[in-house]
């Protein structure tokens, strides 16, 4: 099993930033696929960031690339998710999820992937 804490959301205003953490607890996160996930009210999940095992990989969904940053500290067990330039359309619980099919992670049924985070609020006021 991995737990997954979510910390670093906030209120912020339009072009401001923030850095989400995701401390993993159980089993070392060097061991899986990581990403964040959002959810804006209303709508469903999406596709953040992910990060490869190794971290030699990283993906972005289009609306955050040149804004968003994933990173991974292995000797912390922690994933990271710098966040610049905010706009309101940012607006979501954020979420960190770890698995061993980045496939699913990137394209898929992401219920199905095997551990999740309860999520930390990101409100971006403009």
């Known amino acids: 099993q991995v737990q997954l804490v979510e910390s670093g959301g906030g209120l912020v205003q339009a072009g401001g930033s923030l850095r989400l953490s995701c401390a993993a607890s159980?089993?070392?996160?060097?061991?899986?696929?990581m990403g964040w996930f959002r959810q804006a009210p209303g709508k469903e999940r999406e596709f953040v960031a992910v990060i490869s095992t190794s971290g030699a990989n990283t993906y972005y969904r289009d609306s955050v690339k040149g804004r968003f940053t994933i990173s991974k500290d292995n000797a912390q067990n922690t994933v990271y998710l710098q966040m610049n330039s905010l706009n309101a359309e940012d607006t979501a619980v954020y979420y960190c999820?770890?698995?061993?099919?980045?496939?699913?992670?990137?394209?898929?049924?992401?219920?199905?992937?095997?551990?999740w985070g309860k999520g930390t609020l990101v409100t971006v006021s403009s």
């Open positions: 159980g089993r070392a996160i060097s061991s899986y696929a």
């Open positions: 999820a770890a698995d061993w099919r980045i496939a699913i992670m990137l394209k898929g049924d992401y219920s199905t992937l095997a551990f």
